[in-house]
């Protein structure tokens, strides 16, 4: 079946970067869709950014866009998170995640699997 593990989050001070990381497997698709969302504490999961597996393209909120970037190695079946110029308000719980789609959605109910969440926290 198919499994997401993401690495790569921690204790950052403002203005500093880091990168996650998500491994996929199980994959018997070649069109779907990588997503990244967060969950702030009593927060609803939001949409961070995606990519769309077979051909890149990408996609971002607003509220991250300049600072975060996505991509994906192929070879290695892994999407990465590209954050710099972190905010305290970027702290949450980021989760991966994975839609069999080749339409780029942001509402996380869509998406049908999803990694076990990697905390990152923002210090000011």
């Known amino acids: 079946q198919v499994q997401l593990v993401e690495s790569g989050g921690g204790l950052q001070q403002a203005g500093g970067s880091l990168r996650l990381s998500c491994a996929a497997s199980g994959l018997p698709f070649s069109s779907f869709v990588m997503g990244w969302f967060r969950q702030a504490p009593g927060k609803e999961r939001e949409f961070v950014a995606a990519i769309r597996w077979a051909i890149g393209s990408t996609a971002y909120a607003d509220s991250v866009k300049g600072r975060f970037t996505i991509s994906r190695d192929n070879a290695k079946k892994t999407v990465y998170l590209q954050m710099n110029s972190l905010k305290p308000e970027d702290t949450a719980v980021y989760y991966c995640?994975?839609?069999?789609?080749?339409?780029?959605?942001?509402?996380?109910?869509?998406?049908?699997?999803w990694g076990q969440g990697t905390q990152v926290t923002v210090s000011s």
């Open positions: 995640a994975l839609d069999i789609t080749v339409v780029v959605r942001t509402t996380a109910h869509e998406y049908d699997y």
